[in-house]
């Protein structure tokens, strides 16, 4: 099955800075990719997802980048704000009618030092 | 839309109770999944359902069995709790296409 390994497990940065979250994946046959969000408490809320036959999606301050023959994606935060802080999940699954087994990786914890 | 709801929100077991988590989502989405979230291990998948009628095993099945016999419910039963299954559990559910929206949570302890 589909193996997920991200790195690093914490990360602090000054606020303002940029962040950047590292997943790599073993299954040549993934083709969707979603980041999530976890605040501490509350439940996991996706901010952005790509798909393999795009290599770069941005939405305002993040973005994540895919190199399939690589393996590997990684989600870069830019300016960098308190509320930024939390744990970020990187996840991977074969898209296709009938399979939905979104594999995660082990998390990201993020803290934005003001 | 009250998105995806899951109940209760706490549960304390005792080992060898038997017992059913909740979920319910009002978006019509046809895909739902259940997840368990350990320190240290992200979320891992125990059981998943692509439509009415449909179920299949995910990463750590075993202990759970679950059945959709709507759209809108995927209920998680536990058959025999062990300490092992304390975990917080995910409900969480999607349209064809699009990421998954998570239910709230429920944080279960087995002693």
């Known amino acids: 099955g589909e193996n997920v390994e991200q790195h690093p497990s914490t990360l602090s940065v000054q606020e303002g800075d940029s962040a950047v979250i590292k997943c790599t994946y073993s299954d040549s046959a993934s083709n969707y990719f979603p980041w999530y969000k976890q605040e501490l408490g509350k439940r996991p809320q996706l901010i952005i997802d790509i798909r393999s036959n795009v290599g770069e999606k941005k939405d305002q301050r993040i973005a994540v980048t895919l190199n399939k023959t690589a393996k590997h994606f990684s989600l870069h935060i830019t300016e960098t704000q308190p509320e930024d802080s939390a744990v970020y999940f990187c996840a991977a699954s074969i898209r296709d009618f009938g399979n939905e087994k979104l594999t995660f990786g082990t998390g990201t914890r993020l803290t934005i030092i003001p | 839309n009250a998105g995806v709801t899951q109940t209760p929100k706490f549960q304390v077991l005792k080992t060898g109770q038997s017992m059913t988590l909740q979920c319910a989502q009002d978006m019509n989405h046809e895909y739902m999944s259940w997840y368990r979230q350990d320190p240290g291990m992200g979320l891992r998948l125990i059981h998943y359902?692509?439509?009415?009628?449909?179920?299949d095993q995910g990463e750590v099945p075993n202990g759970y069995n679950v059945s959709r016999s709507t759209t809108e419910d995927f209920p998680l039963r536990l058959l025999s709790a062990a300490p092992s299954q304390t975990s917080v559990y995910f409900c969480?559910?999607?349209?064809?296409?699009?990421?998954?929206?998570f239910g709230s949570g429920t944080r279960l302890t087995v002693v």
């Open positions: 969480a559910s999607r349209y064809r296409v699009g990421g998954y929206t």
């Open positions: 359902s692509v439509g009415a009628g449909i179920t």
